[in-house]
């Protein structure tokens, strides 16, 4: 048997697993069998994307269909081998977490829609990076965002989730209509509009043409993404649905942006000006630094790790876009350094954020809430879910040697490459965005300290803290999964590097091209390069970790344990209310940042009737402002609420007048068609 045959294979088991596990959602008895299938759909996707990364050329599969125009054509190139295996990765531990989550409103893990909405989410996915022409691209692409809109949505029983899922649906439709514009043009001239009649054609198209498809390609993708401001959906609805769905739409779905930018940016134009990776590395930069202090400020665990997607997903877009201007002064050896950077932090990302929401789903399942301000201690009453939570705590803060380190590192080394660039605004840009991300680096840090230490250390600041439990063995077991995935992909990236710069060796000016980038136990960055070796360093740390305790011996350090009370400042005992809340760690940074933040403040203090000198109570209010809604999104609101109302009158709730719209809309396009 070929490798092809396997890759195709390989993925026939994968969609077969994910319509079966839909299927059987529909009764309570398959569910576990359910989850079984995903499991397997997911561990037959890696398979199929690890045989496609190391073998020569794609597998490909055609569906019969009556209008050839319409037909669903799938194939498996090395990109989409990359993007396949981030799905299969995240896919399998959340379905596996699925079976003992039941939190609040998503019991049993969101309930039978949930059980049967998650294969086909990640079915769609996969399609998504399977399309080889427009019709099944868009039609995939339309699938993933109406199954994630209903994981979102869920019952539909609170005020949060349907506003959520309106803000979702509004971004999800107007991204859709920038990318089918971007594809439908790219297509016009071709005959079943299939990328390989796409890329034949690219090349000729004008150069006005080719800028206006890729602006399309990079606010209808980068709408999915989380890129700044086209991120106002993803801190509203991903805390809305169930946990391992937010894993899957934070860590998988909203990277497939980053693959439709790839796809269109390099594959199908095959690359462009070097004003088209300034203008990502821009973007990229505003994303990250926006992402990470709307971050540092939030009190909703889920809600801050939405934000911090914005700041990844800003991360991925410089290594981005020094990829783009690398690649159009013909520099192909730092081009791939740069955009394998940026695909191993896709993969990083997935990994330590989905391990992130499945810790705060343990979190949010045990103690019934997400505000950090009612948590604390929970080490002492969830120690694994507490170790599992701190290694992604660890790895998101991009502390070595885990996997966040080493993705980090390489894009840093391709910043500053970006001194050799032939155009001193572009190296100084790169400058810039190279100080950014070192900012960005920081507040991350700074920020999952707040995330880890508010909810599980110091003492309960409710009763369901302190009565709170560990998670169950199939939520622990999920989490392990991926912290395992962080630990390996940080300590052994010289074999995860060169593999995922595969991805680009068939893309127009990058075939053949080798990276700058050395691999092996030390990995340089280009001859005369930065080196660094994650294993080496991760040895020294266990080294450094076991010799601890003898040195200490030596030093005559006393083994037996002291126990003192805690200092409480003069008072008999220590109290919840004596902690460091989630806003008090924040405080400093949020004067720091108030140009940007610009909070309003509300302070109230009750004087006692009798003397002004004391006082009986103080209330203090701040709230930041979302300025980003208020300059982009509300202008626009109070322009087409108006708009809008006009256009009831042909909602008359006559099902005749509904079916004369149709024919009349139908001789129209008829029309159309015959003069065009």
Known sequence: MTSTDA????????????????????????????????????????????????????????????????????????????????IGLVGAPAAIYSLQYAPGRHPAGGGRLAGMMLPLFLLCMSLVVLAANVFTFLFSWEGMSLASYLLVVGDGDTRESLSAGRWYAGMAHAGFALIA??????????????????????????????????????????????????????????????????ALMSGVMVKLGIYGLLRVGLDLLGGGPAWWGGLLLALGAASALGGILSALVENDLKRLLAHSSVENIGIICIALGIGFVFRSFGMTGLAILALAAALYHVLNHAAFKGLLFLGSGAILQATGTRNMEQMGGLIKRMPRTAALFLVGAAAIAALPPLNGFASEWMIFQ?????????????????????????????LAAA?????????????????????AREAPPSMQLAMAALATACVVLGVLPFSAAPLLSNAFRDLPGLSGARAAFRMGVVMEAGPGGASISPTILALCLL???????????????????????????????????????????????????????????????????????????????SRMRTWFENTFYRPVFDLARPLAGTGRFIQSGSLHLYVAYIVAALLLLLLLARWL
């Open 414 to 442: 391709s910043l500053l490459a970006g001194v050799s660039v032939p155009y001193p605004l572009m190296a100084a840009m790169m400058a810039v965005a190279a100080g950014i991300l070192a900012l960005t680096g920081g």
């Open 181 to 246: 514009a971007a594809l439908w043009l790219l297509g016009a001239k071709t005959t079943g509009a299939t990328f390989v009649e796409i890329r034949e054609i690219a090349a000729s198209l004008p150069s006005g043409a080719r800028d206006v498809v890729f602006l399309l390609a990079l606010f209808g993708f980068g709408s999915k993404a989380g890129l700044v401001p086209l991120h106002v959906w993803l801190p509203r609805a991903h805390p809305e649905a169930p946990s391992h769905v937010s």
């Open 543 to 621: 080294a450094a970790g076991a010799l601890l305790p003898w040195a200490l011996m030596a030093t005559g350090a006393a083994r037996a344990a002291r126990r003192g009370e805690t200092w409480a400042c003069g008072r008999a005992t220590l109290t919840s209310r004596m902690e460091y809340t989630s806003t008090a760690f924040a405080e400093p940074l949020r004067r720091v940042f108030a140009d940007l933040y610009r909070p309003t403040k509300d302070l109230s203090i009750d004087f006692h009737p009798e003397s002004k000198y004391f006082v009986r109570s103080i209330q203090y209010k």
């Open 447 to 467: 920020c999952f300290v707040k995330a880890f230490g508010i909810p599980f250390l110091a003492m309960p600041r409710s009763r369901r803290s302190a009565e």
């Open 7 to 86: 890759v195709i294979g390989s993925l026939l088991v994968m969609g077969g697993g994910y319509l079966g596990a839909a299927l059987l959602a529909l009764s309570r008895a398959g569910r576990r069998w359910g989850v079984a299938l995903v499991v397997c759909g997911s561990v037959a996707a890696s398979v199929a994307a690890l045989l496609a990364l190391v073998s020569e050329g794609p597998a490909g599969l055609e569906l019969p269909s009556p209008l050839p125009d319409l037909a669903l054509v799938f194939r498996l190139d090395a990109l989409g081998a990359a993007f396949l295996f981030m």
